[in-house]
């Protein structure tokens, strides 16, 4: 990681041939920002063409977080990820410091761990009081749809932070690594809250190893004990190895939202959520 006092912070990306491509700061949040764009135009048509129970959404509070959280995060973190990446690989820190692989390598092994470390993440948000009571900021939009993925309460982003960054530095991610998980993860957020359906033959083959809409909307369900299933985002291998999957179809409806919240919630109301008793 190189400062620069007239200058942005700039992360090098080193290629297989180890010619470096110099990338500033701006240039990483466009690739991010690129990626978001992708993502939600691919969540956004799947919603359209395949709709599953045809909501309007919450959609002003939920971009109305969004947008708090894009100010909050890029006060506070940046392109951090990038940032730490690029440290942990001058220091010689982490995983791939020690052993040496391929960077085709690298990067699945990193998308996989830090896919897991989301897993880990939500699972201690859903078991935690504290955690919780920010996290059901995200489960309180009673319907289910593609601007779900972005309802997050600020606080919950904020904490989340340590975790994340500690485990791109000790796992020593590389600067693409970081780039083509954020990218993937964004995907698969943004359309397993979709409000779609997916052909039935698609969702066998992908509801196997991804974590399909319908999947993810179990998780919504309004019942405790369907909301404590399917904690994963990308990948459903955690859910299925840690005994936390459970199967679900476009054909199953699912009552979405919390129990003790049966109407749509303004933004004030969202923000302040956390300081309310959850029920749990």
């Known amino acids: 990681m190189e400062f620069h006092a007239d200058g942005p912070v700039r992360c090098r990306f080193t290629g297989p041939q180890s010619t470096v491509l110099g990338v500033t700061e701006s240039d990483y949040n466009v690739v991010r920002s690129a990626g978001f764009v992708l993502a939600a135009a691919i969540a956004v048509g799947l919603q359209r063409f395949t709709p599953h129970a045809r909501l309007r ?21 940046g392109a951090c990820a990038c940032s730490v990446a690029q440290w942990a690989r001058a220091a010689g820190v982490g995983l791939f410091a020690i052993v040496p692989a391929p960077r085709w390598m690298a990067i699945l092994v990193s998308m996989l761990t830090l896919d897991l470390v989301s897993y880990a993440w939500h699972r201690a948000n859903h078991r935690l009081r504290l955690l919780w ?3 059901q900021v995200h489960h309180s939009d009673v319907t289910f749809t593609v601007s779900t993925g972005v309802r ?47 052909p039935a033959i698609a969702e066998r083959f992908l509801g196997r190893v991804l974590i399909t809409p319908a999947v993810h909307r ?38 979405t939202g919390l129990p003790s919240v049966t109407h749509p919630t303004g933004l004030v109301r969202a923000l ?3 300081g309310v008793h959850s029920g749990r």
Do not use: Q
């Open 218 to 255: 179990w998780h919504h369900s309004r019942r405790w004990a369907e909301l404590d299933t399917n904690f994963g985002t990308i990948f459903a291998v955690w859910d299925r190895l840690l005994g936390t999957y459970h199967t679900s179809s476009s054909a199953t409806d699912v009552e």
């Open 133 to 135: 009571r920010f996290h």
């Open 57 to 77: 959404g919450s959609w002003r509070t939920n971009c109305g977080l969004w947008g708090i959280n894009l100010l909050v995060l890029g006060a506070v973190c």
């Open 272 to 274: 302040v959520l956390p």
């Open 152 to 198: 997050f309460h600020p606080g919950e982003l904020l904490l989340s932070l340590p975790l994340r960054l500690a485990a791109v530095a000790l796992l020593g991610v590389p600067p693409e690594g970081v780039v083509v998980f954020e990218v993937l993860f964004n995907i698969a957020n943004l359309v397993e809250h979709g409000d779609a359906n997916l």
